[in-house]
């Protein structure tokens, strides 16, 4: 017996040791500092201070706003675009693996790399958009990254073509492992297709849209490219979420406590929406 | 099948490592020096033993645009004549920005000599991160005065702005600011005399010259940051006779005149600028002179040589330079450079010193091409040999020598808050710009949040 837990212990080790440097340290540290007036030319001791500036600040307030807004509408139509691929997916039709692989594409390409191509086919004269616009529509285009009407939803517009992709890789895999036996007796019961999908697939996968939801959640929160590159949190506060802010005061102000109090604030807020998750999920039985 | 296919990847290999030695490697001395040894014998006339840190190695770290690649291209001649092994990194700004505050705030003293921007000189004094250059200029075994020609070769305000507290910290690669570029064959088309002298013609001209989905009146910086719109409105701020504070540090921007300096700037762009201007930066004002979508700007000399190459530019030839328009307080010019310090926890402070001269030595500033990637030495600026290839220069050399002469290195406050200040009345200005706020509003806002900024950095105790 002994010797097994050491042999398990060894396997364990080397990820435990990277996941005590890379993550375990930096978050302590980061805890750490914010209790300090930490810049590039001090390093004292400020108590709660920060958070008390932070809770003064009205920027931080539009931010956690804007973050919440990003989240929501983000990974709310994730959500249900994902499960209408992932339905459609889960029938058989030509070219289906053809699709599937086009369909997967923006999943692989690099977050900076995406945000660089929509800001340009956002741009106003020259970009795809507006062209398409103008020329097919006959309306006249949006200055979408720059007005404030529009700019949070183009920039939560590249995080859903990015990522729903993900969303339906998951909820594909948990609709392929419901119990068919489960579904054809509905189905001979009588019901529609509609009432099968509410009442029994949804309530059978309801761990599996839990893990989508709460991968998506927490990515999205910390989502950082697709604002930094298009609009880099403007037009004035319009874009800028905690992430972001906390990169300003960091690398902008060189201010690293204040920083570092946005990141543990931001936290403390996916931690609770996770809880939330957790509770919204798990509680209800299958009738 | 294999086969096939393993032969054809193994001659696929080939040509393409033969074909790396057909386009590498050659190096090119600029019109002045014909081989590597020119360069060489004229930097070895000087009076110092250039080889006395031979065996020792530096790190430098610079910004990625054309001139710095250009200098680094010559690196091998540095190595070559001092046996110092240089290696090199050149990044974005951002970057930049990023890697000397981890090094610097960390004392880890792994760059010796680094790019700086001024704004920043600032918060690196007060935390004692820079080597004071002096030291190292009057060092007559590191330093020939009569080859290196500091101070005289060197405009003035960009020597001062390279001083916190009249501690020299960096010495300047460039000579830069703003200026206004103007379309001179639009003028001539529509029938104005000459540039705008004052913000009323200024107005007038954009105007004039507005012809909407066509080109526009006139662009300039939109986007919120302190060294991005902030850049040139602060030139309005100072020139429409406003201030940022007071003797006692009391914020000044509600006043009546920054009021009407945020207004005129947003309302000029809004009226005759391109759709988007207030998110636009200094890349999508380039594009825009080069595809003749823009018809005015106020920004960097530096746009001269990208708008008016053929391969570059669609409005090549067509442009016309001139110092910025002047207001009650008269006229603004923004100065900006890149400038090298040392580092104060670098082991090879020295070294690190020889490697600065070089790169900002008459030679290699001939060598890279003088104004035409614009330099900082006033000898290699005024060489009139640079206009044979170039015809648009003198035009521009007038007009830049004549807008430094306004230069005012505070134009943009540089104490170690700046930054953050700086972000917030660019936010403020660009909420202007776009609409989502009217100027007395939003600086009244800021004035406060100014305000609290610097009590909170105990400037009011």
Partial sequence: MRTRKVEIFAFILPGLLFLIIFSLYPTLFTWYTSFRDFSIFSNNFNGLRNYFELFKD??????????????????????????????????????????????????????????????????????LMNYILKNLFHISGFSWLTDPKTAIWAVVLIDIWQWTPFVSLVLLAGLQYLPKETLEAARIDGANSIQIFFSITIKLMRKIIMIALLFRTVEAFKAFESIFITTKGGPGYNTRTLNIYAYIKGFEFMKFGEAATLAILMLFVSSFLISIFRKFFSKEEIK | MKRVALYFIFIMCGILFVS?????????????????????????????????????????????????????????????????????????????????????TGRTGIYDAMLIDPGYLALYDKSQSLE??????????????????????????????????????????HLSGTLMIYRKDLYEEKGIPGPAKTFDELWDHASKLNNPDEYYGIAMRGMAGAGLNMFIWTTFLKSFGGQWWDENWKPMLDSPEVIESAKFYSDILKNFGPPGVSSWEWSKILSGLQSGKVAITIDTPAFGISIEDPELSKTAGKWGYAPQPAGRAGITMDPFAWYVGINKDSKHKKAAWLFITWMTSKEVQMAIGGPTIYVSRLSVNGDPRWQEDHPWLAGWQTALMENVKYADPDCRPRIPEYPEIGNVVGVALQEVISGQKNAEDAMKEVNKKVYDILDKAGYYK
Wanted: charged letters at 15%; zero cysteines.
């Fill in chain 1, 58 to 127: 009205n920027v931080f307030y539009i931010s956690l706003k804007n973050s919440l807004l990003y989240v929501i509408f983000a990974v709310g139509f994730e959500f249900i675009i994902g499960m209408l691929i992932a339905l459609l997916f889960n029938q058989n039709f030509k070219g289906k693996s053809i699709a599937l692989i086009f369909i997967m594409l923006p999943m692989i390409i690099p977050p900076v790399v995406s945000a660089l191509s929509f800001y340009m086919m956002y741009d106003p004269t020259l970009g």
């Fill in chain 2, 20 to 104: 790396a030695f057909a386009f590498g490697g050659e190096y090119f001395y600029g019109k002045f020096f014909a081989t590597k040894e020119d360069i060489l014998n004229s930097f070895k006339q000087s009076n110092i033993n250039w080889r006395q840190f031979e065996g020792e190695s530096i790190t430098f770290i610079g910004n990625a645009e054309p001139n710095q690649e250009s200098i680094m291209q010559l690196v091998n001649v540095f190595e070559e004549l001092t046996g110092i092994k240089v290696t090199h990194e050149l990044v974005s700004e951002e970057n930049l920005r990023q890697k000397i505050t981890v090094d610097l």
């Fill in chain 2, 132 to 173: 004071d250059l002096s030291v190292y200029i009057n060092d007559p075994t590191i330093t020939d005065p009569n080859w290196y020609q500091w101070p005289s070769d060197f405009p003035e305000q960009f020597i001062k702005m390279g001083q916190i507290n009249n501690i020299q910290y960096g010495v300047p690669l």
